[in-house]
């Protein structure tokens, strides 16, 4: 079993930046890929980043690619987010969650494990 919690959203001004962190506790943390997924209103889950257990190989959307990194800590057991140059566009809920099977890091039904969500908001 591996509990995440999600932190750091929050609003902003188009243009701005934010950092998210997902902590993870319980099971090996380094066993894990990690994914960043998001939810706008209305709209249906979708991925924005991943990356693998030792952090050298990430993904990423079409729609974040050059705004937003993803990273690990696997000494923290957190995996973060920054988010620049944000757009409206990109208000939703954010969700991180954890594969343990290394593959198909962009879809959702790849990851076992999910957090509860955090919520950016990012005016005009």
């Known amino acids: 079993q591996v509990q995440l919690v999600e932190s750091g959203g929050g609003l902003v001004q188009a243009g701005g930046s934010l950092s998210l962190s997902c902590a993870a506790s319980?099971?090996?943390?380094?066993?894990?890929?990690m994914g960043w997924f998001r939810q706008a209103p209305g709209k249906e889950r979708e991925f924005a980043a991943a990356?693998?257990?030792?952090?050298?190989?990430?993904y990423y959307a079409d729609s974040v690619k050059g705004r937003f990194t993803i990273s690990r800590d696997n000494a923290k057991n957190t995996v973060y987010l920054q988010m620049n140059s944000l757009k409206p566009d990109d208000t939703a809920v954010y969700y991180c969650a954890a594969n343990s099977s290394g593959r198909n890091y962009r879809l959702q039904g790849s990851y076992e494990y999910w957090g509860q969500g955090t919520q950016v908001s990012v005016s005009a």
């Open positions: 990356i693998n257990w030792s952090g050298s190989i990430t």
């Open positions: 319980g099971r090996s943390f380094s066993n894990y890929a």
